[in-house]
């Protein structure tokens, strides 16, 4: 079973950049399909962008796609979210998620971002 830290969350300037990594326990990263999701106060979660075990990205187009990039690295048992050009919107906990076939059944704790206009 995986177990997920995330941290790198922050208070930053809109228009600045942030990196978000998870940790992950375990020796069956590599096999997982990782995700990052958000919720903002009074909001639903929402998908933010998943990396396949073989690589392959998406993004929630609506919102991140150009701004935010999303990355692993399985030597290090560690998936990134590369924030930037952050908005104020962007202010939300995030969350880091594992799964397999997309179904995101594991999850972090959340880390905090706030964005400042």
């Known amino acids: 079973q995986v177990q997920l830290v995330e941290s790198g969350g922050g208070l930053v300037q809109a228009g600045g950049s942030l990196r978000l990594s998870c940790a992950a326990s375990g020796k069956t990263f590599s096999t997982y399909d990782m995700g990052w999701f958000r919720q903002a106060p009074g909001k639903e979660r929402e998908f933010v962008a998943g990396i396949r075990w073989t690589g392959g990205s998406t993004y929630n187009p609506d919102s991140v796609k150009g701004r935010f990039t999303i990355s692993r690295d399985n030597a290090k048992n560690t998936v990134y979210l590369q924030m930037n050009r952050l908005k104020f919107e962007d202010t939300a906990v995030y969350y880091c998620?594992?799964?397999?076939?997309?179904?995101?059944?594991?999850w972090g704790q959340g880390t905090q971002v706030t964005v400042s206009s």
């Open positions: 998620a594992a799964g397999k076939g997309l179904n995101y059944d594991i």
